[in-house]
Every structure is written in C-alpha cells, then in structure tokens.
C-alpha cells in the first residue's frame, strides 16, 4: 500500500487558487507538507506490485522539505505570478473555507527510507524544483 500525500504535476498545481489571492499561512505558523508527482506515484505503484512485500506501507514522498507557504511561492515563483499573501492562523481562518484549512492544520515531515530501500525507486521528479521546472515546460510548449 502507498501514502501518497500532496500529488502534484503540471495539471495539478494550486495555480489558480494562487492566482484568486488565496493566502497562506506565514511562516511562524506554516506547516510541513510532502509532495510527490504523479508520474513518480504510478512508477511507485507499479513497483510495489512487483517489490513490495506484504502488509507493508511505503510512504510515497519525494525528498523536499518544505513548508506549505514555501510550495506555494515555488510554484507561484516557477510560473512568474506574485506569490501568496502570507498570513496568521486567526487570519487565514477569516478568508479561506474549512476544506482548505484542515491542510494547514497537520505538520508532518514524512521518511520515504524504507520507499528507496525496499522498491528500489529512483524517482523521475526527486524534488518539487524539479517538478516544477519540468511542468512549466510542458506548460510553455
């Protein structure tokens, strides 16, 4: 079984929410959030059929630590729009809807150790950097 927290690829970035004004958390109370792209989770889903041992859970992150206001400026950065006004718990709770409050509520920095070592994975997108700068050139052409 995989975890598969925060899938991303070029046809599934928060551009829009971005590009609407929505604000993030500012630093001092961001969370940690984990990514992966699509296309390394359906090569990791493919693996684990074929490697991965029984009743095991592989988490299905890629190797960036960042914060969720960090995501945010990245991608708002890769695709040349203003970034995300940042703001605090109490603010942010004024302006954004339930659903999208309860992603900056968890903080987790997820070890992808045993994805690497059992599924012998080399993953296509190892960072959200590279994501990104692949899905804006796909985005370009």
Do not use: W
Request: hydrophobic share 45%.
């Amino acid at each position: 079984m995989l975890r598969a927290p925060g899938i991303y690829a070029s046809e599934r970035l928060p551009l829009e929410r971005i590009r609407r004004g929505d604000p993030v958390l500012r630093a001092e109370d961001d969370v940690y959030t984990n990514h992966i792209h699509a296309d390394d989770l359906a090569r990791l889903a493919v693996l684990a059929l074929f490697r991965g041992r029984r009743c095991r859970v592989y988490n299905a992150v890629d190797d960036t630590e960042l914060k969720m206001g960090e995501y945010f400026d990245a991608v708002a950065d890769a695709f040349g729009v203003a970034r995300p006004q940042r703001l605090s718990r109490e603010e942010i709770a004024l302006r954004l809807p339930a659903m999208a409050l309860s992603f900056m509520t968890e903080s987790r920095r997820i070890d992808n150790r045993r994805m690497y070592r059992e599924l012998r994975v080399r993953l296509r997108y190892p960072t959200v950097s590279a994501g990104l700068q692949a899905a804006r050139q796909s985005l370009v052409l």
